[in-house]
């Protein structure tokens, strides 16, 4: 190696990457010396630019393709940053037999470094350390509290679309402890293949900038251009080794069986043939025929990638305005208050110290609804991610005289996760009845009978369904509380809330239950469910409120009677 390439390798990782290291070669299982892609140039390229600049913060994030080098170039920069100088880092896969495969990578680069670092590697199970004083923590997001109580100056995420949502391990939580431990400095590199429109990943890409937007963004002054982190992204197209040689009979098959989105990739991104001959094969061969599992592994754009991935239940654009929606509407948070002449008035926090959220005031000649979906009850329950209960008010629609029309909103709700025992449970819901004029409660009674007789004996008015008698279809009664039949009944009521997503008949200013929902997906056995990790209780409680919402009752402003003065009758005499 010439001196001028040693020089550019101690101070550019991906020239170290494609001189100095060595990887396994997928097919062969031979160590080479690796020729960075399309997205290793990107990732490569965005660290060096972001060190010129002088950007203390240096933020990365990564959409990928599957097996595309990715997580292996990420640990190249996090290796190369450890022999370069003293640097406490860490890496953290989303489970721990990725962790096992990253250590491996690592112990590969050190044992196969060309570049005289004079620096060597002592491995551990899970934790490696340089005479330089540099040390490599490798762990997961299954761990517990992950990587956190001490400083990082360097700190790689790898398949971080994957992390746990929801519950005691969480993505965002899981975050939320380990960036501030790089003190606003440090490099942070967040790299994975999309698994749906949701969670921490999502969300941040969401936010970050292409480095060009970032670096104009930078030079003009902006010291804190988007959100902070510059993201990377390569289509599976733009990779030359994702071709498949074709005849020129092959050639011919293709263009008389060629499908829409293959006639619009050619037009939109020049696809060959050799290219769609590619796709058809890995289609077939990897994704049981099916364009959106395709579209999930090999994204072509940054955008369709996560509508792909996970199948979401509701429409996505739809649930993107609310959230949009969501942002222009914070809602008031605080207590309600029983005064001595039984009305109940919401008293607001300004610190957000409270256990309730409204969005909207209860308003004279509006219908409301309060339903809840119960969880068994904390008294009931020792799980450490236990189910909660989901209460929350429909306001359904209405115009006013001046031919406004509103459409139906969830204006108030009980401060989510929500966890609390039975008694403080129905305390809750006859608090939010009486605020909204004795609202009817709706009640979904398969695990909420403890509740519903606390609600029976306070006298507070309950939803009550039909029962026919299976013997005589004649005789009919009713029974307090919903209860979902079956299946079908479950799927209906889901289908009902879809629809007014679709159709923009619903307002929802909560970002907890548009999370949930967003987190709703279709399984593989074709039931409507939480993703792993996540909670429906908000989800299944609006969509029994919004199938009730017929039931709503009519608000009345109370009027307080005025009483007379104890001496009016002597008076009046």
């Known amino acids: 190696m010439k001196e001028a390439d040693f020089h550019l390798a101690a101070h550019s990782p991906l020239v170290h990457f494609e001189t100095c290291t060595k990887v396994q070669n997928a097919t062969t ?24 600049l002088g950007v203390p913060a240096i933020r990365i994030i990564v959409t990928k393709t599957r097996q595309c080098g990715g997580t292996t170039f990420s640990v190249e920069v996090i290796y190369h940053l450890c022999q370069q100088r003293n640097t406490d880092a860490l890496i953290l896969a989303n489970i721990s037999a990725n962790s096992q495969g990253i250590l491996e990578r690592m112990r590969t680069f050190s044992e196969n470094d060309r570049f005289p670092w004079q620096n060597p590697l002592a491995p551990r199970e899970t934790r490696m350390k340089w005479e330089n004083g540099s040390t490599a923590t490798i762990t997961s997001a299954e761990s517990m509290n992950p990587g956190i109580s001490r400083p990082r100056q360097a700190v790689l995420f790898s398949e971080s679309a994957k ?11 899981i975050m939320a402890s380990i960036l501030p431990s790089l003190n606003d400095a440090g490099l942070a590199i967040a790299e994975s293949t999309p698994d749906g429109a949701s969670g921490w990943h999502y969300e941040t890409w969401q936010g970050a900038l292409e480095l060009e937007d970032f670096v104009r963004a930078w030079q003009a002054g902006d010291r804190a251009p988007g959100n902070g982190w510059v993201k990377v992204f390569a289509a599976w197209y733009e990779f030359p080794e994702n ?31 050799e290219q769609m001959a590619w796709r058809r094969a890995i289609m077939e061969a990897e994704c049981s025929g099916s364009e959106e599992t395709f579209d999930e592994y090999y994204p ?54 409270g256990c309730f959220q409204v969005w909207e005031p209860p308003r004279p000649g509006c219908s409301y609804l309060v339903w809840c979906d119960p969880m068994t009850g904390e008294d009931q329950t020792c799980s450490g991610d236990p189910d909660r209960h989901s209460i929350g008010v429909l306001r359904t629609a209405y115009s006013e005289a001046g031919g406004a029309c509103y459409k139906d909103a969830v204006v108030a709700r009980v401060r989510p996760p929500f966890t609390g025992t039975t008694k403080l449970t129905a305390e809750c819901i006859a608090l939010l009845s009486a605020y909204y004029g004795g609202a009817l409660v709706v009640l979904e009674v398969n695990m909420g009978l403890h509740v519903l007789e606390r609600l029976k004996d306070a006298g507070v008015p309950l939803y009550k369904r039909q029962v026919v008698d299976p013997y005589d279809r004649e005789k009919q009664s009713y029974m307090l509380g919903w209860k979902l039949k079956d299946r079908d009944q479950r ?69 307080r009677r005025r009483r007379r003065p104890m001496d009016y009758r002597r008076v009046e005499g």
């Not at 160590?31 to 997205?39: G, I, M, Q, S």
């Not at 992390?163 to 939580?173: A, E, I, L, N, Q």
Request: net charge positive; glycine share 8%.
């Open 29 to 52: 299982k031979r160590l080479e010396t690796p020729k960075a892609n399309v997205l290793q140039r990107r990732m490569g390229e965005a660290v060096e630019v972001l060190n010129a």
């Open 163 to 173: 992390y746990p949502r929801g519950g005691v391990k969480d993505d965002k939580k």
């Open 243 to 273: 071709v498949k040689p074709v005849t020129e009979e092959m050639r011919a098959r293709l263009e008389a069986t060629l499908t829409a989105r293959e006639a619009n990739g050619r037009a939109r991104y020049g696809w060959t043939h």
């Open 300 to 353: 072509e754009d940054e955008v369709s990638c996560f509508l792909s991935s996970g199948r979401p239940r509701f429409n996505v654009a739809a649930l993107r305005r609310l959230e949009l929606g969501a942002r222009l509407h914070e809602p008031v948070t605080g207590a309600l208050v029983e005064m001595e002449n039984e009305t109940v008035v919401f008293q607001g926090d300004a610190s957000g110290f």
């Open 491 to 559: 799927r209906e009521v889901i289908d009902g809330l879809a629809l007014a997503f679709l159709n923009g008949t619903l307002d929802v200013w909560c970002p907890h239950l548009l999370t949930e929902c967003r987190n709703f997906m279709w399984s593989k056995n074709g039931r409507e469910q939480a993703r792993a990790g996540c909670h429906d209780d908000d989800v299944l409680g609006l969509a029994m409120a919004l199938r009730c919402k017929g039931s709503a009752t009519l608000y009345r402003q109370a009027v």
